[in-house]
């Protein structure tokens, strides 16, 4: 089946750096991409909707300075948490879905990035 | 807007028995996608089942099927025969339109232990 890889699994900062999770499409092409962030033991919130080529759409009171989404191509989605803060730490997860206009009954998911800060 | 519901935070079941997970939803869109996670402590997400709003027959996959109830916005997950391995945490979601641009909205989740 698809596979969405997401990079790093793991990842600690500094508190006031930046951090780029980078989700990938192997084997398909995705016009669109999910972004969510999952608190320990809650639901996926929807952080944004990565559209390719085009700005990324932000859910309310997700802040686009602090969360910034760039999809340069089908394949590749990437998310920037800058100048982190412990506030931010939290489990990123994505989602891909195939390219085409047609009933979807399939999202792919990448593995998650488990962000630390200190 | 949409809704999804998961009512039981967690449920236990036997090995080998049957286990019903329960999700309602709500949506004023006629066209939506239902879909069934699995998310185990590793934390990927795991894609189980899916149901469209116009299929008439309720999907299955392996040990996993949705009871699809439309009149009632139900559409809970039964999983047949459990194994220790469906230790997880378990999601429904809707999708808005039937296309790859809808969002989806998550429930709460219910975390499910199968005992030995």
């Known amino acids: 089946g698809a596979v969405v890889s997401q990079h790093p699994s793991r990842v600690i900062c500094k508190s006031g750096t930046s951090v780029k999770i980078e989700c990938r499409s192997l084997?398909?092409?995705?016009?669109?991409m999910f972004w969510y962030r999952q608190f320990p033991k809650k639901s996926l919130m929807l952080m944004a909707t990565?559209?390719?080529?085009?700005?990324?759409?932000?859910e309310q009171g997700v802040e686009k300075d602090k969360f910034l989404i760039n999809h340069a191509s089908l394949t590749l989605s990437t998310l920037t948490v800058t100048s982190a803060h412990p506030e931010d730490s939290s489990f990123y997860i994505c989602?891909?879905?195939?390219?085409?206009?047609?009933?979807?009954?399939?999202?792919?998911f990448g593995q998650g990035t488990r962000l630390t800060v200190v | 807007a949409q809704k999804i519901t998961q009512t039981q935070p967690g449920m236990f079941v036997q090995e080998k028995e049957a286990v019903t997970l329960d999700c309602t939803y709500d949506?004023?869109?006629?066209?939506?996608?239902l879909f069934w996670y699995k998310q185990p402590s590793s934390g990927e997400m795991i894609f189980l089942i899916y149901?469209?709003?116009?299929?008439?027959q309720n999907a299955t996959e392996g040990r996993y099927s949705l009871n699809f109830q439309k009149a009632r916005k139900s559409a809970n997950l039964v999983i047949s025969a459990s194994q220790l391995g469906d230790s997880a945490m378990y999601f429904c979601?809707?999708?808005?339109?039937?296309?790859?641009?809808?969002?989806?909205?998550f429930g709460d989740g219910t975390t499910l232990t199968v005992k030995p």
């Open positions: 990565s559209n390719e080529g085009s700005k990324a759409t932000y």
């Open positions: 949506t004023s869109d006629p066209s939506y996608g």
């Open positions: 149901q469209g709003s116009y299929d008439q």
């Open positions: 989602s891909a879905r195939p390219a085409g206009d047609r009933e979807v009954t399939e999202a792919f």
């Open positions: 979601a809707m999708r808005e339109g039937y296309t790859n641009a809808g969002k989806s909205t």
């Open positions: 084997d398909f092409q995705a016009t669109t």
